[in-house]
């Protein structure tokens, strides 16, 4: 259970961010544009993505030596680091809810979310390389329940942002909510940057 609630804080902190993937959602939802179907490819690309990138580190683990994993934890170390400093850098400011522009048919809403979930470098950086990397020497149960945490964080993440963007508009698009949520994401992550340099040193 603890590597459920693991993974599911790990994932909502990479995922509570916004950018242009969740800006879409909450743009569907103040349109009332297709959202059950934004919101379903979003989630279940997520899971796909979780597993995916579980699944190829599981079976990577079988040719690590210390030398590959030192490396790996080093990697992870740089993306948080970076994703830390991304996160103390975003210019809030600068983000615009378009709500007034015109409804997408289906077929374009599709395709664009189709294109902000998989056409979107981040997605794979932190479900396929984070999520997969850190859980790498999780055993087998640990991992599925990992990710199954991270899995659900998604859905509810999206269906939320989704469905109560319209009630809640005024909130998602108040920068100083966002500036909130970037630093309790900046204050966890700090934390596993920690965890990850006592693997290094222990490595070491």
């Given at each position: 259970?603890?590597?459920l609630?693991l993974?599911?804080?790990?994932g909502?902190?990479?995922?509570?961010?916004l950018?242009?993937?969740?800006?879409?959602?909450?743009?569907?939802?103040?349109?009332?544009?297709?959202i059950?179907?934004?919101?379903l490819?979003c989630?279940f690309?997520?899971?796909?993505l979780?597993?995916?990138?579980?699944?190829?580190?599981n079976?990577?683990?079988?040719?690590?030596?210390?030398y590959?994993?030192?490396t790996?934890n080093f990697?992870?170390?740089?993306?948080l680091?970076?994703?830390?400093?991304?996160?103390i850098n975003?210019?809030?400011?600068?983000i615009?809810f378009n709500?007034q522009?015109k409804?997408?048919?289906?077929?374009?809403?599709?395709?664009k979310?189709l294109s902000?979930?998989y056409?979107?470098?981040h997605v794979?950086?932190?479900?396929v390389?984070f999520?997969?990397n850190?859980?790498?020497?999780?055993n087998?149960s640990?991992k599925?329940?990992f990710?199954?945490?991270?899995s659900?964080?998604?859905?509810?993440?999206f269906f939320?942002?989704?469905?109560l963007?319209?009630?809640l508009s005024?909130y998602?698009?108040?920068?100083?909510?966002?500036?909130?949520?970037?630093?309790?994401?900046?204050f966890f992550?700090?934390?596993?940057?920690?965890?990850?340099?006592r693997?290094?040193i222990?490595?070491?």
């Amino acid at each position: 259970m603890s590597f459920l609630l693991l993974g599911f804080v790990t994932g909502l902190s990479l995922i509570l961010a916004l950018g242009a993937q969740n800006i879409f959602v909450i743009e569907q939802g103040l349109k009332k544009n297709y959202i059950f179907l934004v919101c379903l490819i979003c989630s279940f690309s997520d899971l796909l993505l979780i597993f995916l990138g579980i699944f190829i580190f599981n079976i990577f683990q079988n040719f690590l030596n210390i030398y590959i994993e030192i490396t790996l934890n080093f990697l992870l170390l740089f993306f948080l680091i970076h994703f830390i400093w991304s996160k103390i850098n975003t210019e809030i400011y600068k983000i615009n809810f378009n709500s007034q522009n015109k409804t997408l048919s289906l077929s374009n809403t599709l395709l664009k979310t189709l294109s902000f979930t998989y056409l979107n470098p981040h997605v794979y950086s932190d479900t396929v390389f984070f999520l997969g990397n850190f859980s790498k020497n999780f055993n087998l149960s640990e991992k599925l329940f990992f990710g199954l945490g991270a899995s659900i964080s998604s859905f509810l993440f999206f269906f939320i942002l989704g469905y109560l963007s319209k009630y809640l508009s005024n909130y998602l698009k108040d920068k100083k909510v966002w500036k909130l949520i970037n630093i309790l994401i900046v204050f966890f992550m700090s934390f596993l940057s920690i965890y990850i340099l006592r693997n290094i040193i222990n490595l070491l």
